[in-house]
């Protein structure tokens, strides 16, 4: 059974601190990595992806990925209270005859930014 | 933008009844999902579609089916109500592109079923 894992939280920051968020994958040969937010009562949407290793910065948001550690993080800097939401990571696997495979999402971080 | 409609956002159903959930999406993308929400249970696979008329089953298919008679609408079916079905059900599409592979998502369908 394929696996992502996040720690739930809530992960509690002051504004214009960095939130660090971390999450971590089973299946090695994934390839795509995503970052979603989600605020209370509405879909996720699309904050970040990142396919190979490093950092990719956009913003105030950087993704990080390391293959061999099956690790992928998400750095939110200035965080602000409207970054408080819960954050979803979610990692690319199988590929079904020349369709991309599904998304496997982590539980989610909760994040919380106060003023 | 990529815009994935899902036509009702709150619905009330009765046990036993049979239940359609409707989306669509705008972006001619061959690949379409229904997931559901749970409060300590993440996101959830339902089921997949990867082209029209096909379909696939993801982690809990049990209690559901679906529908792709065209390539901009997924439908997901509930059979028979129950109210262990009553969740947030997500409809999302991406793109066949290896490049940009990017999963979209609906506003979601809030589901009671009493």
């Known amino acids: 059974q394929k696996e992502v894992e996040q720690n739930s939280g809530p992960l509690s920051v002051p504004e214009g601190a960095i939130a660090s968020l971390n999450c971590t994958y089973s299946d090695r040969v994934s390839q795509s990595f995503f970052w979603y937010r989600q605020y209370s009562g509405k879909s996720p949407e699309l904050i970040m992806s990142i396919y190979s290793n490093g950092d990719k910065e956009d913003g105030r948001f950087t993704a990080q990925l390391n293959k061999a550690s099956q690790y992928v993080s998400l750095l939110i800097r200035d965080s602000q209270p409207s970054d408080s939401a819960t954050y979803l990571c979610?990692?690319?696997?199988?590929?079904?005859?020349?369709?991309?495979?599904?998304?496997?999402f982590g539980k989610g971080t909760k994040l919380s930014v106060k003023p | 933008d990529v815009k994935v409609t899902q036509s009702s956002r709150y619905l009330v159903k009765r046990t036993g009844e049979k239940v359609f959930l409707e989306c669509v999406q705008d972006m001619d993308h061959e690949n379409m999902f229904w997931y559901r929400q749970d409060p300590g249970l993440g996101l959830r696979l339902i089921y997949f579609s990867y082209d029209v008329k096909m379909k696939e089953k993801g982690d809990i298919p049990e209690g559901y089916s679906v529908s792709r008679e065209k390539k901009e609408r997924f439908s997901l079916i509930l059979e028979s109500a129950s109210t262990n079905q009553t969740s947030m059900y997500l409809c999302?599409?991406?793109?066949?592109?290896?490049?940009?592979?990017?999963?979209?998502f609906g506003e979601g369908s809030w589901l009671t079923v009493v």
């Open positions: 999302a599409s991406r793109p066949r592109d290896r490049v940009v592979n990017t999963i979209y």
């Open positions: 979610a990692v690319n696997v199988g590929d079904y005859g020349g369709s991309q495979g599904n998304l496997i």
